[in-house]
């Protein structure tokens, strides 16, 4: 990977030694579909050089019952009223007072919202041929921003994917890193700063776990991570941070063609702690 330049290293170089990078790691074992848990362990430990590194352990969350369908209405909530009462006034206030005016994919995605899940603006009838039922089904707008149902839509058949399709049937770790403000901003600016970030960060849990499958006498094992990147907190504050999921152990692949699961044991607080070092040193070069 070509080292950090320009731009990024003076900001990576601007950054105090002792600024937090925080990981953060849940691990989810035994039946796939099991009964929802609570967290059963936690540890953490502070670096003077990395910052707070905290893991824990909890059962794999599990299905929840199912329920009679629900007509949605988003006329009702209060988003949808605020948006539809001051998005002209709004735009007005941006033409007039900003030197650029709204890009128009922003207020597509704003006015495609008013639209979503209202009946008046077109809809599907399904039909059970069965009881002779129907129901009418709103189209959607299908945007990634401001409309919570369809972002709610694509989150949960984004889950069942994985889960069905992608995910193996092996316990799971999560692990989630968090770099300081000072570099927030240079990853959500630079794509390329974030996948710089993204591979480091990867790699080098791929590292402890092949060295802690050799402890085991396990060489030439296979591994795998999926990654998302995320660009926001849960105030809709700017935090560019990590989400891996990650097998909790080594695949090996057997002469008979066949693939063994070998569990690690869980990292310790030094583990994540040189997990984070390497991260900060590498990204820092």
């Not at 909890?58 to 909530?77: D, F, I, L, V, Y």
């Not at 603006?121 to 399904?126: D, E």
Request: with cysteine.
């Amino acid at each position: 990977m070509a080292a950090i330049t320009g731009e990024m290293a003076r900001i990576a170089a601007a950054v105090p030694s002792n600024m937090p990078i925080r990981l953060t790691n849940s691990a989810w074992h035994g039946a796939r579909y099991g009964p929802p848990g609570t967290v059963t362990q936690t540890s953490g430990v502070t670096s003077d050089s990395i910052g707070t590194i905290q893991a824990s352990t909890a059962p794999r969350a599990g299905n929840g019952s199912s329920t009679a369908r629900q007509h949605h209405e988003p006329e009702k909530t209060i988003l949808y009223k605020i948006v539809s009462e001051h998005l002209e006034t709004f735009l007005g206030e941006v033409s007039d007072h900003y030197d650029k005016p709204l890009p128009k994919y922003v207020e597509k995605e704003l006015r495609d919202y008013l639209a979503c899940g209202l009946l008046q603006y077109g809809f599907a009838k399904a039909v059970c041929k069965d009881y002779g039922r129907s129901i009418l089904v709103a189209f959607s707008c299908k945007r990634r921003g401001t409309c919570p149902s369809c972002n709610a839509r694509r989150t949960c058949n984004g889950a069942a994917h994985l889960v069905d399709h992608v995910i193996p049937d092996v316990p799971v770790r999560q692990w989630v890193l968090s770099v300081p403000f000072e570099l927030r901003l240079l990853l959500a600016c630079r794509a390329d700063a974030f996948g710089a970030v993204t591979s480091l960060f990867v790699s080098e849990v791929f590292r402890w776990q092949r060295e802690r499958a050799r402890e085991n006498g396990l060489t030439k094992v296979r591994y795998g991570a999926l990654v998302m990147q995320h660009r926001f907190g849960s105030s809709l504050n700017l935090n560019t941070h990590l989400h891996a999921v990650l097998p909790d152990g080594v695949f090996l692949r057997l002469a008979s063609g066949t693939v063994d699961f070998h569990e690690l044991r869980q990292p310790a607080p030094v583990d994540l702690e040189e997990i984070a070092f390497n991260v900060h040193q590498r990204f820092m070069r």
